[in-house]
């Protein structure tokens, strides 16, 4: 992998872990560090850290503890002049941002913005866990397609959209380009959104696919034989 690519990881996750920061600091001061944390009626506290690191996330301090060790995964920046085989490091990296993009989408639960706003979802809860995650285990959905940004044209969001639903995938959708989103330009081509179509919008901001994944590591925990703490070492 590229220097370029690599750095470019790199400094996106120190900026996540630093917005992670900061939403954690501004729920600490509204509800205090002892507050319950966690998606709305799910069993999997947060499923992203929980699959990695088999800890689970119960208050705000334990946040903190988690944050904590998301900035030790952080490397320091990439040298200008010096080359040094970057894609270890560029991959913890990557595991430090989805532990603050993690955080952060917990925090909106606590202080806002609520996740669960107009078409977006947020957290699947586990009753749509078990309807839906049992799928990709037995092959009735082979697989999701994540999408960030948005389509060039509204048209071409829709024909995207449905080649996916026609090879059974399931499209996860969050984050925009210069305020637009690709689910906001189905919703206004009057496509149905939801679970039940396979188009499932998460959340306006490229922090909410982290729902994307988390679904992903609860099907693997529910369904496919995996356990917790078995992706990051302690």
Known sequence: MSKVICSSAIEGAIGWVAKAEAKLDEAVAVHGEFCAVGFPDTAYYLPVIYSFTGEKMQTLADLRRILRRAKELLPERPSENVW??????????????????EAIEACKYLVGPDPREGIWLGAANDVIMRERGLEFVDGTAPGFAAITGAA???????????????????????????????????????????????????????????????????????????????????
């Open 84 to 101: 040094l085989p970057y894609l270890g490091k560029a991959l913890d990296a990557g595991v430090a941002a989805l532990f603050a993009c």
């Open 152 to 234: 060039p044209t509204n048209k071409l969001a829709v024909q995207i959209a449905t080649e996916l639903q026609e090879k059974n995938l399931y499209v996860f959708m969050g984050g925009g380009t210069n305020g637009r989103h690709f689910a906001e330009q189905l919703a206004e081509e009057g496509v149905q959104l939801g679970w039940q179509t396979r188009l499932v919008p998460f959340g306006r901001d490229v922090s909410s696919l982290i729902y994307a994944l988390g679904f992903a590591n609860r099907a693997a925990l529910s369904f496919g034989g995996s356990s917790p703490g078995t992706l990051l070492p302690t």
